[in-house]
T-cell receptor, first 117, second 113 residues
Framework: GAGVSQSPRYKVAKRGQDVALRCDPISGHVSLFWYQQALGQGPEFLTY????????KSGLPSDRFFAERPEGSVSTLKIQRTQQEDSAVYLC???????????????FGPGTRLLVL | AQSVSQHNHHVILSEAASLELGCNYS??????LFWYVQYPGQHLQLLLK??????LVKGIKGFEAEFIKSKFSFNLRKPSVQWSDTAEYFCAVNRDNNNDMRFGAGTRLTVKP
């Protein structure tokens, strides 16, 4: 079946520009996660949704970062007034399990590589 | 700070050599442990996982990992690597009943043909 998809795959933005990154999770997956992966580092947690509810946004680095999942399926990560330090790969993952369930395997999309000039 | 540590940044091996990649974490309590692999140009894929039971976990492509609770470790092993194992390997830890997954910095494996 189809995996997690993300678009665009690559995005070049000028500093100060707003960007929107899209994630289509695996159909039926309740949980959705966003991660930021800087060059040479492992992914770092940004935020988590269970259906349409954003239950954890503790990893968002600043108030310029905003995520939504209005209908509990597709999610959008928006970055306002982009800065050079926002350059990274943004990964989306989805999981079938509800929060509190013992098994939480996450399935990752290909990522969006954002370059802010 | 609580973290996940991968000891080797870059490992270079010849084909048929044995592999062991270290992973240590510093979280207390119940944890779920994962190894993900990222082949060149591809997305992160699950290699294997441990939730409970037998601490020796077998994954895809001949990989295995052993959870040693007393050492807070979850090292990845493969007895004989192939050129196609060239990839980046990430250890990840999810605390039970917690939403986020914490990743190590990754280990780049290069297998020479």
């Amino acid at each position: 079946g189809a995996g997690v998809s993300q678009s665009p795959r690559y995005k070049v933005a000028k500093r100060g520009q707003d960007v929107a990154l899209r994630c289509d999770p695996i159909s039926g997956h309740v949980s959705l996660f966003w991660y930021q992966q800087a060059l040479g580092q492992g992914p770092e947690f940004l935020t988590y949704f269970q259906n349409e509810a954003q239950l954890d946004k503790s990893g968002l680095p600043s108030d310029r970062f905003f995520a939504e999942r209005p209908e509990g399926s597709v999610s959008t990560l928006k970055i306002q007034r982009t800065q050079q330090e926002d350059s990274a790969v943004y990964l989306c993952a989805s999981s079938l399990a509800l929060a509190g369930a013992p098994v939480k395997t996450q399935y990752f999309g290909p990522g969006t590589r954002l370059l802010v000039l | 700070a609580q973290s996940v540590s991968q000891h080797n940044h870059h490992v270079i091996l010849s084909e048929a050599a044995s592999l062991e990649l270290g992973c240590n974490y510093s979280y207390g309590g119940t944890v779920n442990l994962f190894w993900y692999v990222q082949y060149p140009g591809q997305h992160l894929q699950l290699l294997l996982k441990y939730f409970s039971g037998d601490p020796l976990v077998k994954g895809i492509k001949g990989f295995e990992a052993e959870f040693i609770k007393s050492k807070f470790s979850f090292n990845l092993r493969k007895p004989s690597v192939q050129w196609s194992d060239t990839a980046e390997y990430f250890c990840a830890v999810n605390r039970d009943n917690n939403n986020d997954m914490r990743f190590g910095a990754g280990t780049r494996l290069t297998v020479k043909p």
